[in-house]
């Protein structure tokens, strides 16, 4: 069983940065497809990031909405993983979601469906 904690969300102005963490445990990260996804309310939980398992490459992949402003990274030796975000808009209000898929890669880590393991979401409001 993957356990998945996220942390760093908060309130931040808009063209801010806020750091995203998923920190994992009883299994080892670099195994693991590891992917954000986000979900504003009323809406359907929506693609952010995802990175490969590291026998894959550790491959990144991106929503469309980001276009360059987030970059997701893994740290193996602290099982965690990263969502850099900058020059947030406020429509980047949304709870964000950790996920985590076992060796997974390619496009399909776009598909929501692909994730057995959820986190429990962190806040991240953006301010006008």
């Known amino acids: 069983q993957v356990q998945l904690v996220e942390s760093g969300g908060g309130l931040v102005q808009a063209g801010g940065s806020l750091r995203l963490s998923c920190a994992t445990s009883?299994?080892?990260?670099?195994?693991?497809?590891m992917a954000w996804f986000r979900q504003a309310p009323g809406k359907e939980r929506e693609f952010a990031a995802a990175?490969?398992?590291?026998?894959?490459?550790?491959?990144?992949y991106y929503g469309d909405f980001v276009k360059g402003r987030f970059t997701i990274s893994r740290d193996n030796a602290k099982n965690t993983v990263y969502l850099q975000m900058n020059s947030l808009k406020p429509e980047d209000t949304a709870i964000y979601y950790c996920a985590a898929d076992f060796r997974g890669y390619g496009l399909e880590l776009r598909n929501r469906g692909v994730y057995a393991y959820w986190g429990q979401g962190t806040q991240v409001t953006v301010s006008s």
């Open positions: 990175i490969s398992w590291t026998g894959a490459g550790g491959t990144t």
């Open positions: 009883g299994r080892t990260v670099s195994n693991y497809a």
